[in-house]
C-alpha cells in the first residue's frame, strides 16, 4: 500500500509539473510578436528611434554595429559607431532628446576598471552606414586596486537608463554567496571621465543567480515607470522620489517559462517590449510585449498604504 501510494503521489506531482511547465511556456509565447533575424542571435539591447522603429545591438563578438529592425524581424539597415570597440555591449538606453547611448560596460569576472558608454545621435537623424560617438567613461571608485574578494563581486552590469541628463546604472550580481542584490550607481551623460555614485540596492531574489540577474533596464517616456528584466520577471517600480527608484510601489510580472531574456524598452508609457537571445536554435531569438494595463501584477511593496491588496492588474 505504501508503494502504490508513492507511486500515486509521484504520478499526481508528475502531472502537476508538466501543466505548470505548459502554462508557463504559453504564459510567454502567447505574447510573442516575431522572431528577429539570426544575425541578432545574441540581442543585447533595443530601443524605438523617434518614428517607432525598433533598433537593436548584440552582445560581444558582433562589430559596433546597430540593426534596425522590420516589422518582421529582418534586418532593414546597419549602422557602425566608427570610433567604437564592441567589447561587451550590453543595453542601450535613450534620453527626451532622442540621442542613443550604448553600453559598453559588460563584467563577467569583475576585473575592467574602466567601462564605456558611447552616446549618439537618434538613428533617424544617422544619413550613412556610420556615426561617431561621444565617449562616456567610467569606473567604481569602491572597487579598489587589489583583486575583489567573491562576496563582492558586483559590479558586472547590463542595465541602464538615462534620467534628468545623468545615466543610472543597474549592476548584475556575481557575488559567493550570491545574494540577489543589484547595485544602483550613477555617473553623468556626457563625455568626461566618471567616478561612478552609489545610490541604492534592491534585492531580487536568490533563489538562484541565474534567473534573478538584471540583464536590461528601461524606463518609461514620460519617466514615471522604471523596468528592471531578469530570466523570469520584469520588475516594475513607479511612484518613486526623485532618482530614488527603489522607494516607491514595487510589483513583478511573471514572464513564464525562463530564457535568456536580454533587452527590454518601453514603446509608449504603457507598452513594454523585451527579447530574448536564441539558444541552440531551440527557443529565444523573439520579441514580445506586454500592456501594463492588461497584466497581471504581483505587487510587493505599497510605498504608502501597506494595507492593501497584494495582488493587482
Known amino acids: 500500500m505504501i508503494r502504490k501510494g508513492l507511486v500515486t503521489s509521484t504520478l499526481i506531482l508528475i502531472a502537476i509539473a508538466f501543466v505548470l511547465t505548459v502554462f508557463s511556456i504559453y504564459s510567454l509565447f502567447s505574447i510573442k510578436t516575431v522572431t528577429v533575424d539570426p544575425k541578432l542571435r545574441e540581442i543585447s539591447g533595443i530601443e524605438f528611434d523617434k518614428r517607432k522603429r525598433l533598433w537593436a545591438i548584440n552582445d560581444s563578438g558582433d562589430g559596433p554595429i546597430l540593426y534596425m529592425l522590420n516589422k518582421d524581424g529582418s534586418i532593414a539597415r546597419e549602422v557602425t559607431v566608427s570610433n ?160 530614488k527608484f527603489f522607494s516607491g510601489d514595487v510589483s513583478r510580472i511573471d514572464l513564464g517559462i525562463v530564457t535568456q531574456k536580454e533587452a527590454v524598452t518601453f514603446y509608449d508609457d504603457n507598452t513594454l517590449v523585451f527579447t530574448d537571445e536564441e539558444f541552440k536554435g531551440l527557443v529565444g531569438g523573439n520579441v514580445y510585449e506586454v500592456k501594463l494595463d492588461q497584466v497581471k501584477r504581483n505587487v510587493i511593496k505599497y510605498a504608502q498604504q501597506k494595507d492593501r491588496k497584494t495582488t493587482a492588474k
Not at 99 to 128: A, Q, S, V
Open 84 to 243: 567604437a570597440k564592441n567589447v561587451d555591449w550590453e543595453d542601450m538606453t535613450q534620453n527626451q532628446f532622442g540621442h542613443f547611448f550604448l553600453g559598453d560596460f559588460g563584467n563577467n569576472n569583475n576585473d575592467r576598471r574602466w567601462l564605456t558608454i558611447y552616446k549618439i545621435e537618434n538613428p533617424i537623424d544617422i544619413k550613412t552606414d556610420t556615426t561617431e560617438a561621444e565617449i562616456i567613461k567610467f569606473t567604481y571608485p569602491q572597487m579598489g586596486d587589489g583583486e575583489i574578494k567573491p562576496e563582492d563581486k558586483n559590479y558586472d552590469l547590463e542595465a541602464f537608463v538615462e534620467y534628468k541628463r545623468n545615466l543610472y546604472l543597474f549592476t548584475k550580481n556575481r557575488t559567493k554567496p550570491f545574494d540577489g542584490i543589484t547595485k544602483l550607481y550613477k555617473v553623468g551623460d556626457h563625455a568626461a571621465n566618471f567616478n561612478a555614485e552609489f545610490i541604492g540596492e534592491f534585492k531580487t531574489c536568490t533563489t538562484l543567480e541565474k534567473l534573478c540577474w538584471i540583464t536590461s533596464a528601461a524606463i518609461s517616456p514620460n519617466r514615471k515607470k522604471l523596468v528592471l528584466l531578469d530570466s523570469t520577471s520584469l520588475w516594475l517600480f513607479e511612484n518613486f522620489e526623485g532618482d
